[in-house]
């Protein structure tokens, strides 16, 4: 493994079953000159490289491919920018030209057309789950079944996004905009039950069904915590290129409390590669993960947003 940081290297650490499937013989830091790595690689089959500057990594890469090492990258945001880009040769020159995602004509109809058909039948197979739980939440506090909340979707346009209630009535009485945290106590009896079987999410059915959200994209963010990541992570708004979705990478993949660049990093590899096709293979894989536990933990008490250094 070749890291900048010991929070690269936890990175690397924390993937999937990254222990059975690998035996780590050797761990390089932070070389400052690309042969520093690769003058340790004799004999070696994979080398995981993540946070080294772009130079070192090029070199390490290329004594990788001449040496038919397997070679994985965890990349940056920019890398993944650039995935998706068109290649252009004018002259002797070669460029990359970089512009905004968007599917085909064709492709865009199918995907309007799969969320409407998917919402509707879904509003119609889970409506008798759906009248329980507004009867629970009703009969529990008496306050609103519904919660409706202001969203950004494409192009940084709001909506209100529409939710069962699990928490308090006034759990936001301060007016600051914060995410639920672990033992969240502004969370009630009732909505902890739907909560751990995403019950709450089944409302956004509506949603897409308005034309408002996709079944497949971005989560969509609320407009002050967005604001927030943007101010040290500006690339954050390009999450803003397409319709905000029910689910997607970051959900299948991630956590509640996964870092906003890991999402943002997410959120861009489906952007780059989004198809009809990809929508599909992400709506099965979204059934899977619906009951995992680790797909709905919550941030560290007192963390307004999911970044991880905490708010005073």
């Known amino acids: 493994i070749v890291y900048r940081s010991k929070e690269d290297l936890a990175k690397v ?12 013989v050797d761990v390089i830091e932070n070389p400052k000159r690309y042969y520093d790595a690769t003058a340790k690689l004799d004999g070696i089959k994979t080398v995981f490289i993540v946070g080294v500057e772009a130079t070192v990594r090029n070199g390490i890469l290329k004594h990788c491919l001449d ?19 068109k290649m252009h040769i004018s002259g002797d020159e070669a460029f990359l030209r970089v512009r ?13 057309a799969i969320d409407i058909l998917v919402s509707l039948l879904g509003l119609v197979i889970l409506s008798p789950v759906m009248a329980v739980t507004a009867i629970a939440i009703k009969c529990n506090d008496g306050g609103p079944v519904l919660y409706k ?21 006034d759990a936001e009485k301060d007016g600051v905009a914060r995410l639920a945290a672990e033992g969240d106590e502004r969370i009630t009896s009732v909505g902890r ?13 509506v949603n897409v069904l308005r034309g408002e959200m996709s079944l497949v994209g971005p989560r969509p963010e609320r407009p002050e915590i967005a604001a927030q990541y943007e101010k ?13 979705g029910v689910t997607g990478y970051a959900q299948i993949y991630g956590k509640y409390n996964t870092e906003p660049y890991e999402k943002l990093q997410m959120d861009l590899v489906y952007i780059n590669n989004m198809s009809v096709f990809e929508d599909l293979k992400l709506l099965m894989a979204t059934v899977k993960v619906l009951f995992m536990k680790e797909s709905t933990e ?3 008490a007192g963390q307004v947003t999911a970044n991880a250094e905490k708010e005073s």
């Open 13 to 24: 650490y924390a993937m999937y079953r990254f222990e059975q499937k690998y035996c780590v």
């Open 67 to 85: 040496e038919d090492i397997n070679a994985f990258v965890i990349p940056k945001v920019g890398d993944i920018i650039l995935r998706g880009a």
């Open 100 to 112: 905004r995602s968007s599917l085909p004509l064709e492709q865009t109809i199918i995907k309007r």
């Open 149 to 169: 909340q202001k969203r950004l979707t494409k192009n940084g346009e709001t909506f209100e996004i529409l939710k069962f209630r699990t928490m308090r009535v």
């Open 193 to 205: 039950i739907v909560r751990r079987y995403r019950i709450d999410e089944l409302t956004q059915l």
């Open 232 to 244: 040290v992570m500006p690339a954050f708004s390009l999450r803003l290129q397409v319709k905000a």
């Open 298 to 300: 919550g941030v560290d």
